[in-house]
């Protein structure tokens, strides 16, 4: 059964100024060491950065909570099978979360172009 949906959507261009302006401290900030290294791997850094904070925007919408005090943006990495498929890890009070509401089973898609990335995540029990 599913017991949450999840869309967000963020401009590319806006990410980049986000990187230009803030780089190193953004990074740190929003994203997991391993998230970084995979963006920083790609030819346009800023659309998957992009993309996988619309991930994690998504996500807590799905789970109706929204960023608390409590919750850390590392507590949820987006990381991609051999096929690359995207996938979360999630820990900590986010895991908690998931788990309180019966989210067994966790779906994502991502998208992006040059000027938008998208994020659509489905829970289910």
Same mark, same amino acid.
């Given at each position: 059964?599913?017991?949450?949906?999840?869309?967000?959507?963020?401009?590319?261009?806006?990410?980049?100024?986000?990187?230009?302006?803030?780089?190193?401290?953004?990074?740190?900030?929003?994203?997991?060491?391993?998230?970084?290294?995979?963006?920083?791997?790609?030819?346009?850094?800023?659309?998957?950065? &992009?993309?996988?904070?619309?991930?994690?925007? &998504?996500?807590?919408?799905?789970?109706?909570?929204?960023?608390?005090?409590?919750?850390?943006?590392?507590?949820?990495?987006?990381?991609?099978?051999?096929?690359?498929?995207?996938?979360?890890?999630?820990?900590?009070?986010?895991?908690?979360? &998931?788990?309180?509401?019966? &989210?067994?089973?966790?779906?994502?898609?991502?998208?992006?172009?040059?000027?938008?990335?998208?994020?659509?995540?489905?829970?289910?029990?």
């Amino acid at each position: 059964m599913i017991i949450g949906i999840g869309n967000d959507i963020f401009e590319v261009t806006r990410m980049k100024r986000e990187l230009e302006r803030d780089g190193e401290s953004l990074k740190r900030q929003l994203f997991t060491p391993r998230e970084i290294v995979y963006c920083e791997s790609k030819r346009y850094p800023e659309r998957h950065f &992009a993309a996988r904070f619309a991930a994690k925007e &998504a996500l807590l919408k799905a789970l109706s909570t929204g960023l608390t005090t409590e919750m850390s943006w590392h507590e949820v990495e987006i990381q991609n099978k051999q096929n690359g498929q995207p996938f979360f890890m999630l820990s900590g009070k986010i895991l908690e979360t &998931a788990n309180r509401l019966g &989210a067994n089973k966790l779906f994502l898609s991502l998208s992006h172009t040059e000027e938008w990335a998208s994020a659509n995540v489905i829970l289910e029990s």
